[in-house]
């Protein structure tokens, strides 16, 4: 009692004191604020002025582009290991135009097949590629408005601001989708405004998506601390004065919230192209420039390389040699971020227009007159041909050049798929190979070679062997490629063998003692399956199977467990067998007919629709059983949906029992076919299945690509089927 | 002295090796002459089958998407118009043994297409299908598309012979492409046999090689076929996540286990019954068994 009374009275104290403490803490900062006041008026009012003024700035900012802001999924397909790949994409982008214009980053449309952007009120919209530009990471997509809930609705529209009008310290917001979380805003200030990402050993280099394909040429970078993380590519960077100042694009995992964006003067100038001309047209000289800060030059740039037989080669430009001035300007690069702007402003040229440069060879002075030529894409376009295994690539310019290639005639293999017709050729393509003619006809270039490919396939009979001619590190080679149909073919089946539809388990010898039954070493019936002649016949869960056929079954251990099995495996289907069970401990003996061994799952017989990328699959005896189905359930069993594939983006599982498609009950596997032919047929817009999952129905709604699989443009023609 | 009873005892022994050794090489030469006989008559009945395995990896391992590989294994003609038999487990790309292995946590599926069948010095092949297999005896059917009037060598299983522990056996096989499929033979002794999970002849090396290869007596004789016996699911007494426990119970099942020849021509009539081909093949006859 008094040790309670102690303790109640020591508690009081601490909260006394804590209560003390924390007056006292109050109270100094109380004066510690009143003595702020008192001594720096003007600053505290500034600063809530500030704050005020700062919240009202950043919704201003954020109301006037939000709204444009929108989250774009992308359904990509993309080329390697001799096939095509499908994969889902997120990133954002912003509506620059009424008509339904938006920029983004050309990763993020990069195989891009398929697009959905989902506005600021959430409506989900279907947008098409107008225009990429890998050299700038800037594409453009086009909103369908007639999807439009509100065919009179006016989209929000985000301004392009001045980039060359920030400076470090300005206040940014970047907005977008990061890990594909829509609509998030972040807040930072610009760290840099001419970031350049060249190595830091090589003040020439130059940044690449792929072995091909370069980036980052023409413009620096804004950095900013604003957050920015995968999904954000293609977001808005935003000022104070609710302007879109730039495309972010680039971010660091482990640099601290380090962000790059492309400044909105480039960005603008590369989406009013786009839109225009669906690509960027650009002036080419065929030099690459370096800066001379190391070279000991004055002024000046360096002429790092020369492209051979390009526009400088034959206006007589050498390496070497050290620009003093453009048109009459001098010019002199120091830093690497004085780069990007010259190439800009030598690419900016009309195409065909020249050049005068003043140069400086050793002690001569020169000059060169340059006409400049088109600036070529960098990567060209890229097929896969299934049923011969292999992916093509189209050569560009810049593609022969870096691999030594006489020129551009010929299609280079990107890459071959294991077991297929390309590598079952002797000697077998491989990648990096240039196919150079088939059965005599040229093949120059990707849209050949898929002619070719189209008109054999829709063939009624296949050449037994095609004859390739191909390049291959300047050798030319000849070689045998049989194609086939690309077709499916149904699991191998099991040998059928005698069966009894009961499940056991071993009953050993210390389980047997245990149950009080010594001598009940056998197989205790775990289930009898239902609608088999073991559950015609008295057989129940409980028995202990002890002999077959007179043999006694004695399982040892575990490591007998199929023993009972399979000795009835041994056994002829439709022969009689004597069962010999103990039910509650006095034996029975069981005579039945031997069935024959039902079908597996893996034996089970499927179909694969390439018009919705899924697999199915026959229902079977044991799936049965173990979903408790009686024979009023019906269907196909979904055994694989292809990632990214129709199916799986129309929500379809493994697992799922197909019941009914569209109007179509599906009864099993032929009426499975019967019922997506005519959907092939009608090719809706949207088709339903219906499917069990685990005890519930779900409505699953599959939108299909039902636009024509191949097509006479290369670019369009990349998913071969037939 | 002391000589003379030496040089007599070597005298004597040597008269008495002299014999021995002359027999030694003579059972030598008769050996060789049997095992090149053998070689000679019972090759012409070997095949190498070819496919395109399509793979599919399942559970963890899934995600890299479907993958195609070429595979070649070693056949044995037991009809006279392309009835093949190989190994199940050689014709699967191991995918059944790795799937026991794994035990259901992830594995493969594997389906053998575009069947091939090189016959002799062939290197084309011609066309043929999978009838049927059996996975529980490691065995799998082939069969040519198209024989035409042609007729093939081939081993009877029905007439096998039962082997002795201790007696020699020879298996035959056929080596890859780069030795130009060439026939050669293994020689081993009997040294076990399994009466559990069924019977089996245990050679006494586990080198034997490729499984499906078919073993006979030194004469020639049909002794059975090479296969591998892996226990059901719940024989193994490891859970899937204890794969060293798992490998270990495998350890006896992956070695070369000769199926006998009458279990053999007994499965070779339940597949053709199974795929219902037994009156149209010429086949029934060839393998015996009722």
Redesign the interface.
């Known amino acids: 009692m008094s040790s309670g009374v102690r303790h109640e009275s020591r508690l009081s104290v601490r909260r006394a004191a804590s209560a003390i403490v924390f007056l006292a803490a109050a109270a100094g900062t109380a004066a510690y604020a009143q003595e702020e006041r008192e001594l720096w008026p003007a600053n505290v009012e500034k600063a809530d002025q500030l704050r005020r003024d700062m919240r009202e700035m950043v919704a201003l900012a954020r109301d006037r582009v939000f709204p444009a802001l929108v989250n774009i999924k992308v359904i990509t397909v993309r080329y390697f ?1 001799g ?1 095509e ?1 499908k994969g889902q994409a997120v990133g954002s982008g912003t509506i620059i135009s009424p008509e339904g214009y938006i920029l983004t980053n050309f990763h993020v449309a990069r195989n891009g097949k398929k697009f959905k952007c989902t506005l600021a009120d959430k409506q989900e919209i279907s947008a098409e590629l107008v225009g990429e530009d890998p050299l700038t990471d800037l594409a453009v997509l086009k909103l369908d408005l007639a999807e439009l809930k509100d065919s009179q609705m006016r989209l929000p529209v985000a301004r392009f601001g001045d980039s060359n009008e920030l400076v470090i310290g300005d206040t940014v917001m970047a907005m977008g989708s990061p890990w594909a979380l829509s609509r998030s805003v972040t807040l930072g200030i610009v760290s840099n405004t001419e970031r350049v990402l060249t190595a830091s050993e090589d003040d020439a280099g130059e940044m690449y998506f792929d072995e091909d394909q370069r980036t980052g040429i023409f413009n620096r970078w804004i950095q900013h601390d604003a957050a920015i993380n995968p999904g954000n590519s293609g977001g808005p960077l935003v000022n104070l004065k609710g302007e879109f100042i730039g495309v972010n694009t680039r971010g660091t995992f482990f640099g601290g919230d380090m962000g790059f964006a492309i400044p909105s003067n480039v960005a603008s100038a590369v989406a009013a192209a786009l839109i225009e001309h669906g690509e960027v047209p650009r002036s080419w000289l065929g030099l690459d420039l370096k800066p001379i800060k190391k070279s000991g030059l004055k002024a000046g740039v360096l002429v790092n390389s020369i492209v051979k037989d390009g526009p400088a080669a034959r206006a007589g430009l050498q390496a070497g040699d050290v620009i003093l001035e453009i048109d009459g300007d001098p010019v002199t690069v120091w830093f690497p971020e004085e780069v990007p702007p010259l190439l800009k402003r030598l690419a900016d040229r009309p195409i065909g227009s020249a050049v005068t440069l003043s140069c400086r060879r050793g002690d001569e002075g020169r000059e060169a007159r340059i006409v400049t030529e088109k600036l070529e894409k960098d990567k060209g376009d890229e097929a896969s041909f299934r049923a011969w ?1 292999l992916v093509a690539v189209d050569i560009t310019e810049k593609m022969a050049r870096e691999r030594r290639l006489d020129g551009t005639k010929g299609v280079l293999i990107d890459s071959i ?4 017709p390309a ?2 050729a002797e000697p077998a393509l491989a990648g990096e190979d240039i196919i150079k003619s088939i059965d005599g006809k040229p093949i120059d270039n990707l849209a050949a070679l898929v002619k070719f490919y189209d008109e054999l396939m829709e063939s009624e009979e296949f050449p037994e062997y095609l004859l390739v001619e191909f390049d291959r590190q300047g050798k030319n080679h000849i070689t045998l490629l049989k194609p ?1 149909p690309d077709k499916d ?1 149904d ?7 005698a069966w009894v539809g009961v499940a056991v388990q071993p009953v050993v010898n210390k389980l047997a003692v245990k149950m009080g039954q010594p001598e009940a070493l056998g197989f205790r019936i775990t289930r009898v399956y239902p609608g088999t002649v073991a559950a015609c016949t008295d057989l129940e869960v409980g028995d202990i199977i002890t002999e077959l056929n007179g043999d006694r079954m004695k399982p040892r251990g ?6 009972f099995h ?1 000795q009835v ?2 056994l002829y289907v439709d022969d009689d067998a004597t069962i010999t069970v103990l039910r509650r401990g006095a034996p029975q003996t069981v005579t039945l007919k031997l069935e024959r061994t039902k079908m597996t799952p ?1 034996e089970a017989r499927r179909d694969h629709n390439r018009d919705f990328e899924m697999v199915v699959r026959e229902v079977t005896f044991f799936d049965r059983d173990e979903n408790r189905w009686d024979d009023s359930v019906n269907g196909v069993i979904v055994d ?1 949906v292809e ?1 990214a594939g129709w199916a799986q983006l129309g929500g379809l599982y493994p697992g799922d029992l197909v019941q009914r498609i569209g109007e179509f009950e599906v009864s099993g596997l032929d009426g499975y076919r019967a019922a997506m032919e005519s959907m092939t047929e009608a090719e809706p817009e949207r088709v339903v299945f219906v499917v069990l999952r685990g005890i519930r129905t779900h409505f699953q709604y599959v939108e299909p690509d039902w636009s024509p699989a191949t097509s006479d443009k290369p670019s369009e023609s990349n998913d071969k089927k037939e | 002295m002391r000589l003379k009873p030496l040089s007599g005892f070597v005298t004597i022994c040597a008269c008495a090796l002299v014999p021995a050794a002359h027999f030694d090489n003579r059972a030598r030469a008769a050996e060789a002459d049997e095992f090149r006989k053998l070689i000679s008559e019972r090759s012409s009945a070997l095949v190498t089958v070819k496919s395109v395995l399509k793979v599919k990896m399942t559970g963890f391992m899934s995600g890299g998407g479907d993958q195609e590989s070429e595979n070649e294994v070693t056949g044995v003609m037991v009809g006279p118009r392309g009835l093949i038999l190989c190994s199940n487990t050689q014709l699967l790309g191991f995918s059944g043994t790795l799937n026991r292995m794994m035990g259901g946590m992830g594995g493969m599926s594997a389906t053998p297409t575009d069947l091939k069948v090189l016959v002799g010095d062939d290197t084309e092949g011609v066309e043929a299908e999978l009838l049927a297999r059996d996975s529980e005896l490691d065995l799998a059917w082939v069969r040519i598309k198209d024989p035409g009037d042609k007729t093939f060598e081939y081993i009877d299983f029905s007439k096998g012979a039962k082997p002795e522990i201790g007696q020699r056996v020879v298996a035959l096989r056929r080596l890859g492409k780069f030795f130009a499929r060439v026939s050669v033979a293994l020689e081993d002794r009997i040294g076990g046999m399994t009466a559990k999970p069924r019977e089996l002849y245990v050679p006494t090396g586990s080198g034997m090689g490729a499984l499906g290869m078919p073993v006979f007596l030194p004469d020639g004789q049909p002794v059975g076929v090479l296969v591998t016996q892996t226990p059901d699911e719940e024989e193994v007494e490891a859970s899937p996540m204890m794969m060293l426990s798992r490998m270990s119970s495998f350890q006896d099942s992956m070695a070369g286990l000769i199926l006998p020849a009458s279990d053999v021509a007994r499965a070779t009539a339940r597949a053709l019954e199974t795929v219902g081909t037994q009156s149209d093949s010429g086949e029934g006859s060839a393998s015996g068994e009722p």
């Open positions: 290991g096939k790949h295994g798929r294991g077991g297929n590598q079952l086939k073919v699991p191998p089946r099991e040998v059928a063998k575990m490591q007998d467990a199929g023993m399979r495996r041994r893996e694989h990632r």
